[in-house]
């Protein structure tokens, strides 16, 4: 209402009030029938009653009782109308043309092939959960990647009401209607499964959910049909599918679940972004949406666009499960996706879901990129995992080793491609060990000039034909393999409930003892392979400090204390570290300091010669070369920074 007085949406209010109370008044109010037979029962009641004969009397009470019992089953029927009334009032009111689906037995149907079995409820039209054939939980369980009760699929319509307005209406609340059955199919066969949501009661008025499977595929076309119903769907509206779930627990742990469980999507501009992991949080899209992902540590639910994106208005979000309070679930993930609608009699708008492994040959399979959503790491240690390790991997997969065995004969691979790294290093470090006195004498003789003292080592490196630096830079390159390595194995489908030696599950750690209580930062068991891999690290630590006891040079000192200390702090952060982590990490370490350790002592023993490194590096010695460009520019800058702290002394 305007200041002015009653406006039109007012009075149109207001009127259809009115009509309502008038229709329950109508529908409520007692028929030209029930107030005769009333009338007549009451005048036969008061005749019988002036009888004065006791035989009378018993059987006018006798007349009475029948009558009344006549007149509260007539009462009884006519409640039960009014209410049955009320109640299609009411269905009218809030669902409108679709008022006659809200009733309904519920029922589940269905469809399946050799890798997935795929439940579809008439409640909704919605797939109400999903099982993977060839997997099955850490318990040993089915594996469901979504259940009915903790899962939701809805279409959300805005429709025209009865004075021209709109109305939403959710079709979770509704019955679909089918004449298809349950079908299984194998092979290339293909089958489809159709259910439809009727409108105003009219068959050639409906919302059509189309479902169809082929065999030997984790793919489920899905399309979204509307028929005759460009009168009753507003415009301009799209139509938002409502889709979340509350991921099941089926790992080890639920920590290293949630860490690798997410939302992915891809933008149709190729950008392909996330929710980041462990924080729970809404986002809206920014452009049109190709798919979007709800990413399990193993597995995932995938609802792909096929002909045209999904609208930009659209949003998803994640939901946290407080620690502790659910042993069931993981967390939970939601979706408002715009679907297209243009408004017009008949429209269909395809889709896919994908229910399947984060494998990347089935992800590849699919032709969308969503084998783009594993996590191999960012930029230079992704693309040595996409272009080295997974081949390599991939490779030796590909003769159905253990893959325990596989996780050896990869790491003998990696350490023989970087063993000419590894000699250089020993190299270097052998020639400045022989160094070493000499350095020791420089020292002492410029203690007390800290200038001088480096000009002279730095001239004896130049005579002796030895940089410094020469062994940092082939560790420098390791660096990206070694952390390449760490981000591969959690992210490697194929470890997942395979068995080596004492590990049950090389996806997960191992256990060889449950402590019984809580250790922060480090769990409630003892895992072996990590155990392992920290003492074969004291053994790497302290043959590499003895490689390296010749460098640094003045620092020679400080490098070995820091040496030491490592020795032994280093072990006991990582076995802290990879307690909880996957067991095949921790045995890829471990195999990798043996074998470091080995190459090591191989080097020292048969390859590398001390005393033809000194004898060498003397010959040097005798040797006239050239400065480089850099060496002389230091040279230049230490005798500038010498003349210059000259100066300051004579002023003082």
């Known amino acids: 209402m305007s200041n002015k007085g009653l406006d039109k949406n007012s009075i149109i209010g207001l009127v259809l009030i009115g009509a309502i109370l008038l229709v329950f008044s109508w529908i409520t109010k007692p028929t030209e029938e029930e107030i005769a037979a009333k009338e007549k029962r009451e005048q036969e009641t008061k005749a019988k009653t002036e009888q004065t004969t006791v035989g009378e009397q018993e059987q006018n009470s006798s007349e009475k009782t029948d009558t009344n019992f006549e007149l509260t089953t007539t009462t009884d029927t006519n409640i039960l109308a009014k209410k049955d009334s009320l109640n299609a009032l009411k269905s009218v009111l809030e669902y409108g043309p679709l008022s006659d689906a809200t009733q309904g037995e519920e029922k589940t149907y269905t469809i399946e092939n050799e890798l997935i079995k795929v439940a579809i409820s008439n409640k909704g039209g919605r797939v109400s959960s999903v099982e993977l054939k060839n997997f099955h939980t850490y318990d040993s369980l089915p594996l469901i990647l979504f259940k009915e009760d903790s899962s939701r699929f809805n279409l959300n319509l805005t429709i025209k009401d009865a004075i021209n307005g709109n109305m939403i209406i959710n079709t979770e609340e509704l019955f679909f209607e089918t004449t298809d059955e349950d079908f299984i199919v194998k092979g290339k066969d293909g089958k489809s499964f159709s259910m439809r949501l009727y409108a105003n009661g009219s068959k050639e008025k409906y919302i059509e959910y189309h479902y169809s499977l082929s065999g030997n595929s984790y793919l489920v076309d899905f399309e979204i049909n509307t028929v005759g119903l460009n009168d009753l769907i507003s415009k301009g509206f799209p139509i938002y599918m409502d889709w979340s779930m509350f991921t099941p627990n089926q790992e080890k742990t639920i920590l290293n679940q949630q860490q690798k469980s997410t939302i992915y999507y891809k933008y149709n501009t190729g950008d392909i972004d996330y929710i980041s992991e462990m924080k729970y949080e809404e986002e809206k899209m920014e452009a049109p949406v190709e798919w979007i992902m709800f990413k399990q ?341 230490m005798k500038e920074a010498q003349a210059l702290q000259e100066q300051r002394k004579k002023k003082k």
């Open 297 to 637: 540590q193993y597995f995932n639910a995938s609802i792909i666009a096929k002909k045209e994106p999904f609208h930009s208005d659209s949003k998803i979000k994640t939901i946290e499960i407080p620690e502790g309070t659910s042993t069931e679930y993981v967390q939970g993930m939601e979706a408002s996706i715009a679907v297209p609608y243009n408004g017009t009699n008949n429209e269909s708008f395809a889709m896919q879901y994908y229910f399947g492994p984060n494998r990347i040959q089935d992800l590849k399979a699919v032709e969308a990129d969503l084998e783009e959503t594993l996590d191999y790491g960012w930029g230079i240690f992704g693309w040595v995992n996409m272009f080295l390790i997974r081949p390599v991997f991939d490779f030796l997969n590909g003769f159905n080793l253990s893959i325990g065995v596989i996780i050896l004969l990869l790491t003998l691979i990696i350490k023989s491609i970087l063993f000419p790294i590894t000699w250089k290093t020993y190299l270097s470090s052998a020639k400045m060990k022989v160094l070493k006195p000499e350095i020791a004498e420089i020292t002492e003789k410029y203690k007390n000039d800290a200038m001088k003292k480096q000009q002279a080592t730095m001239a004896l490196y130049r005579q002796t034909g030895v940089n410094p630096m020469a062994g940092c830079i082939p560790m420098l390159i390791q660096m990206p393999i070694l952390f390449a390595l760490f981000r591969f194995f959690p992210a490697t489908f194929d470890l997942r409930q395979k068995s080596f030696l004492w590990a049950e599950d090389l996806s997960t750690y191992d256990s060889i003892y449950d402590l019984g209580f809580h250790i922060p930062m480090y769990g409630d068991h003892i895992s072996l392979f990590t155990l392992l891999m920290a003492i074969s690290m004291i053994f790497y630590t302290k043959v590499n400090s003895q490689m390296t006891a010749g460098m640094g040079g003045d620092n020679a000192g400080m490098m070995a204390t820091q040496m030491k200390i490592m020795t032994y702090l280093m072990p006991v952060m990582m076995l802290f570290f990879f307690n909880s982590y996957a067991a095949g990490l921790s045995l890829y370490y471990l195999i990798a300091n043996v074998i470091t350790i080995g190459q090591q002592y191989a080097i020292r023993k048969w390859i590398v010669d001390e005393d033809k490194i000194h004898a060498q590096l003397q010959a040097n010695k005798g040797k006239k070369k050239k400065k480089s460009g850099f060496a002389a520019k230091l040279e230049q800058r």
